[in-house]
């Protein structure tokens, strides 16, 4: 459904959030700038819940969920935006119609509605004869029945027509049904042949927050290829944004502060029949930034917990780098054998909870990682492996209490270690505080998540401050922002821009109304002080992302200039004037930003 967007004007500036907000929020009151009250998305006994009427948005600082006028509606009403915006129209007695001149008709909808038939469809399968196999397989497995209907699990059977079947009878969508992965098709003599594409395998629905099927994982029971096979990504299902088991943890890991991050949807689902019911995971994927992002809106400490074999440590070493830029508690730990389903079997849930709490930092974490794989190595080798993990420290006292251990771990005197911490920096020219840059010339993971975290910063600003937007689209194209989300929102903020249209954050988020780009909204709203004087704010983040590409450019000029002399062909010398001449004029850019910088007054 479309509405135009004068209508939602209309409803958005009639409707006053707080006013709105009033009437599900009783205890709301006006302190200082703003409105604050208990939160109506989270248990609480002291107010976090702040209503902005100046910025006409909401945000909780208990449980981070935040947005405009119309996503408070379709949270606590559980509608969808268009929804939300034809529901606030009731009842303020506006009326709300699409484009079309229709009230109502939305083809995520019809999405929604294939996919609720087919669940309801494999569910009634594996409460048939046909589904007794899937369903005493998973019993083998450990899979309780309350478990099986707690999940919605079910069973596609050993058929090429079932699903196909239903679908024709109840009249659902074809295309959309293929488009969503649960048909198949190929052309036959002229006309389309549909089947079945889950065939013989156990089904698990995936929910999105709001307890709708997006998705669907079939997994085999016997030794069949490949062993899962998961909806292909829709308009509906981002892989990448999604955790198994969120719907139901969701609540759990709001009141415990914690989540816990497993690796399959079996691990989730033993968790939860254990009783530990603040567990995730991942689809199949390596943890992803959104996925850590999304967490940490409702809890502020996450426990990544790996099965025992080689590939578990691997992910969770590939997961730290996705927690380092966000800010949560992160911790890791290795199951000692078998994955979480078969260990809480084995040996129950007080010993599972015990490896759980003993969960280690991330930079602790790799030290032991490192330590571990000790035995039998080079010395000096081991030695520079654990600087190398302390030398990414960002704070020099925490660094300080590395060193200290890893003198006290290897028996070596804290004053040599100290010393040759300091030769190993020196060596490995950690000039601009990036990774070391011998294994990675171009200093390609350090850059994008400089620029990740620089740019995310600058388009957070521009949020609060639209009105930098002016200079910004001059200084920045959105092709060049390395983050998503931030490029997606300065996209929209320099789309309205050039329209003459106001930019707000509130009006944002209309344009995200889920996904990691209304992630990325709230983290603004989040951020509720006041910046004296956003816009030389915005001239330091400016001239640091400068001064970070300059630095990176006369490290390709020199990298050049040793690979020409390396190679000593005849007009080596007339190159080699011209790289020094280009590394010259950088340099006398960087250090008049630099001096630039430091003038600035941002306070
Ligand atoms: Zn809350």
């Known amino acids: 459904m479309a509405i135009p967007k004068e209508t939602i004007d209309i409803v958005r500036d009639r409707a006053q959030i707080q006013e709105i907000i009033k009437k599900y929020v009783p205890t709301l009151q006006k302190k200082g700038r703003n409105y604050i009250g208990l939160c109506p998305f989270h248990k609480e006994k002291t107010p976090s819940f702040n209503v902005s009427a100046e910025k006409q948005t909401f945000y909780c600082f208990g449980c981070h969920t935040g947005g405009n006028v119309f996503t408070f509606i379709s949270k606590i009403e559980r509608l969808s935006f268009p929804e939300s915006v034809v529901f606030l129209g009731n ?205 940490a809106r409702f809890c502020r400490e996450i426990i990544l917990l790996f099965d025992a074999d080689s590939a578990g440590i691997n992910a969770s070493l590939r997961s730290l780098d996705v927690v380092k830029d966000v800010s949560v508690d992160a911790r890791v730990a290795v199951l000692p054998e078998d994955d979480p389903f078969d260990f809480i079997r084995k040996r129950g849930v007080r010993e599972f909870m015990a490896i759980v709490d003993s969960a280690l930092k991330p930079v602790d974490f790799r030290l032991e990682r490192v330590l571990a794989e000790s035995v039998g190595r080079d010395r000096l080798e081991v030695l520079r492996g654990l600087f190398a993990i302390v030398a990414e420290i960002e704070y020099e006292s925490e660094k300080s209490h590395y060193l200290k251990k890893i003198s006290t771990l290897l028996k070596i005197g804290e004053n040599e270690i100290r010393s040759d911490f300091k030769r190993f920096i020196g060596k490995d020219g950690l000039r601009f505080n990036t990774p070391a840059t011998t294994s990675d010339p171009g200093g390609n993971q350090g850059k994008i998540q400089f620029l990740v975290r620089a740019h995310r910063e600058m388009v957070e600003l521009l949020c609060r401050y639209p009105e930098l937007i002016e200079k910004a689209i001059i200084d920045f194209a959105e092709n060049a922002i390395e983050d998503p989300d931030a490029a997606a929102v300065f996209g929209k903020m320099a789309e309205l821009f050039s329209a003459g249209e106001r930019i707000s954050v509130d009006r944002l988020f209309d344009f995200f109304p889920d996904g990691s780009g209304k992630i990325f909204l709230e983290n603004c709203l989040a951020r509720d002080y006041r910046i004296e004087n956003p816009a030389a704010a915005y001239t330091e983040i400016y001239i640091n992302i400068r001064l970070y590409m300059i630095e990176r450019g006369i490290e390709r000029y020199k990298e050049k200039i040793r690979k020409a002399q390396a190679g000593g062909n005849a007009d080596t010398n007339a190159n080699l004037t011209e790289l020094e001449i280009e590394i010259e004029i950088l340099t006398r850019e960087w250090e008049k930003l630099s001096s630039y910088k430091y003038n600035i007054q941002t306070v």
């Not at 027509?161 to 992965?181: H, P, Q, S, V, W």
């Not at 009141?255 to 939860?272: M, N, T, W």
């Open 91 to 295: 009842m303020l007695g506006i009326e709300v119609r699409d484009e079309k001149g229709g009230i109502h008709d939305d083809k995520l909808d019809i999405r929604k509605k294939v996919n609720l038939a087919a669940m309801s469809f494999y569910r009634n399968m594996i409460n048939s004869p046909r589904g007794a196999g899937a369903s005493s397989y998973l019993r083998e497995r450990g899979i309780e029945d309350a478990s099986i209907k707690d999940f919605m699990i079910g069973y596609a059977p050993d058929e090429w027509g079932a699903l196909t079947g239903y679908f024709r009878k109840t009249g659902m969508n074809f295309d959309i049904a293929l488009e969503l992965g649960l048909l198949s098709s190929s052309a036959k003599s002229g006309s389309t042949h549909y089947y079945d594409r889950f065939r013989d395998r156990v089904i698990f629905p995936i929910f999105n927050r709001n307890n709708e099927v997006i998705a669907f994982g079939g997994r085999v029971m016997g030794g069949g290829e490949p062993k899962y096979l998961n909806s292909p990504e829709s308009e509906l299902f981002r892989k990448r944004n999604v955790l198994y088991g969120l719907n139901k943890a969701r609540e759990h890991i709001v009141s415990l502060g914690r989540a816990i991050v497993v690796e399959g949807y079996l691990d989730v689902i033993g968790c939860h029949q254990a009783g530990i019911k603040n567990v995730v995971a991942p689809l199949g994927t390596a943890l992803t930034e959104v996925q850590v992002r999304l967490l």
